[in-house]
Nanobody
Framework: QVQLVESGGGLVQAGGSLRLSCAAS???????MGWFRQAPGKEREFVAS????????TYLNSVKGRFIISRDRAKNTVYLQMNSLKLEDTAVYYC?????????????????WGKGTLVTVSS
């Protein structure tokens, strides 16, 4: 059983930065990890993923060049560094774990989810 707890959300001005963390209880070294987000009134969408080894990363086009996903296997933690934040990045951000053989960007493929952390970007 894996439990995921996100932290690091908050209120930030447009153009600012935040770093989200996802701490796992239970070993996630064999899991691919992903970040998803759900904006008010919208469906949850994929943001970024990282393979179990950390060698492969994938991003939503609108966050490429601004967000960086990483993982610290020793700390059982995954991070999402968010830079140059925009108003449209406002959302609840969720961490997810996927034990499949191939990295997925589809939320239905995720095995475990955190409860989310709110990011609000103001003008």
């Amino acid at each position: 059983q894996v439990q995921l707890v996100e932290s690091g959300g908050g209120l930030v001005q447009a153009g600012g930065s935040l770093r989200l963390s996802c701490a796992a209880s239970g070993h996630i070294s064999g899991y691919h990890m992903g970040w998803f987000r759900q904006a008010p009134g919208k469906e949850r969408e994929f943001v970024a993923s990282i393979s179990w080894s950390g060698a492969s990363v994938t991003y939503l086009n609108s966050v490429k060049g601004r967000f960086i996903i990483s993982r610290d296997r020793a700390k059982n933690t995954v991070y999402l560094q968010m830079n140059s934040l925009k108003l449209e990045d406002t959302a609840v951000y969720y961490c997810a774990a996927d034990l499949a053989a191939v990295v997925s960007t589809t939320q239905d493929d995720m095995d475990y989810w955190g409860k989310g952390t709110l990011v609000t970007v103001s003008s």
